[in-house]
């Protein structure tokens, strides 16, 4: 049925002569599509370090591969080794041969340095790779994706190489959860990595779990071996929340999964410490399931009971997240009526679309908030400008569901853009900017 459906999309994205949109279309591979393991590594990601100057890549091999280690330098410089710190075995299921997947972190990086770096041992090495830190000092560039999750064939990867071709310098990345659809499928993994290229390798990725990094793999092993995250987040919860300071900004990544009850206390309680502890001038907070749904028939009460007075109290400017499969940004109505944050965000960048709520009344209207913005049957990436002084937010549209008609945006339009500016008495004002 789902493989009809789709087939229904693309005839009638054919015959209305929109051959080169495409994203409707659900291609996202199966288990017979996975690409097993070598001696040579691949998957290859740069992940954030618990510290500013630090990063950790990780990397796959066959599993008889036991060893491995970076080798990273300045271009044109000398090059050190860091051996991996660990390594874990990852069983894929749905008959996809078992991989390792290698973690090494590399410290004492110096702050708006370009480093070159490959992966590898014992004469088997990945090509070399190039990212530049960040620093406070100057102006960068982070994107944001909601869920990839369906369409990771074309929808997903015309998602990745918009956003990058347009950034090619964006120092790091948040995806919001969600990546793919089943976690048990190594094909869709593959397919995910090849959507994004190099990019996993090149620009800081930083990620939150999705309720689909559960699916067929409960304790997301599949994810947890792809990532190598920081391990500075809440007892037993290791790289599932966790935070990372980079260039002027607080990163903090949630595990909405074990909140959804409102039950989680630890992370709760974790997540006020981290918060009460910044240091950094800007903070943007990253997890999957929304503070106020997007689509007509969720609402996250429990989530939002635990979490959003703790967002509210410490001034969280930026409110990362997924799950909905439609755009909306928005605030508290108090928030709102005083230009202030923190702001809420909903995006994604897939192939599977879900219908709006209501423009009157909707999830956030019914819990004291107000949608600003909201698009229909658009797939969207995002960048956001980090500066001394504000932070520039846009997000252009990817791709369009089958419903065209619901939308008068084309892909390649500016679907939404605001700026957070911070004001001489250390307070911020959101002001929308001209589309």
């Known amino acids: 049925m789902r493989t009809l459906r789709h087939l229904t999309v693309l005839t009638v994205l054919v015959g209305a002569g929109l051959v080169g949109v495409a994203v409707a279309v659900d291609t996202t591979p199966s288990a017979s599509a996975a690409v097993a393991p070598g001696t040579a590594p691949d998957r290859v990601v740069l ?25 990273i330098g300045t271009p044109g410089g000398p090059t050190r080794r860091v051996a991996a710190m660990r390594s874990q075995v990852v069983r894929p299921g749905r008959d996809a041969p078992a991989a390792r ?55 997903w990867p015309a998602a990745a190489e918009a956003a990058f071709d347009a950034h090619p310098q964006a120092r790091a990345q ?29 620009s800081t990725l930083l990620s939150a779990p999705g309720n689909h990094e559960l699916w067929g793999d409960p304790g997301m092993t599949a994810y947890l071996g792809h990532f190598g995250l920081p391990d500075n987040g809440p007892v037993g919860q290791s790289e599932g929340a966790w935070f990372a300071d980079l260039g002027g900004v607080r990163f903090v990544s949630l595990d909405a999964n074990s909140n959804l009850d409102g039950r989680d206390v630890t992370q709760t309680a974790w997540l006020r410490r981290t918060l009460a502890e910044n240091p950094m001038p800007w903070t943007v907070v990253t997890f999957h399931q929304p503070m106020f749904a997007a689509r007509a028939d969720r609402n996250n009460a429990a989530l939002r009971e635990s979490w959003l007075p703790i967002l509210e109290q410490y001034d969280v400017d930026l409110v990362l997240q997924g799950h909905d499969h439609a755009y909306a940004r928005g605030r508290l109505d108090t928030d709102a009526a005083t230009d202030r944050g923190p702001v809420f965000v909903v995006s994604h960048a897939g192939a599977k679309f879900y219908d709006l709520d209501t423009a009157d009344r909707n999830n956030w209207t019914r819990n004291g908030a107000i949608r600003e913005v ?10 956001i400008r980090v500066e001394a002084d504000r932070l520039m937010y846009r997000s252009y549209v990817a791709g369009l569901g089958p419903d065209r008609a619901r939308t008068d945006l084309a892909v390649g339009d500016l679907a939404d853009a605001f700026t957070v500016t911070r004001l001489p008495d250390g307070s911020t004002r959101v002001t929308d900017d001209p589309r």
């Open 101 to 155: 997947h290698h973690t090494a972190v590399v410290d004492d990086l110096a702050a708006g340095q370009t480093y070159r770096y490959r992966v590898g041992g014992d004469g088997v090495w990945s090509p070399w790779f190039e990212f530049t830190t960040v620093t406070a000092d100057d102006p960068w560039t982070f994107l944001y994706f909601g869920d990839a999750q369906e369409g990771l064939g074309e929808a």
């Open 174 to 202: 948040v995806h919001a959860g969600d990546l793919v659809n089943l976690a048990d499928d190594d094909g869709q993994w593959g397919a995910w990595f090849a959507g994004l290229g190099p990019h996993a390798a090149s």
């Open 374 to 383: 909201a698009h229909d049957q658009v797939a969207t990436w995002q960048s």
């Open 47 to 71: 992940n954030p370090g618990a510290s500013p100057d630090s990063r950790s890549v990780t990397w796959r091999t066959a599993e008889p591969v036991t060893e491995g280690a970076v080798e």
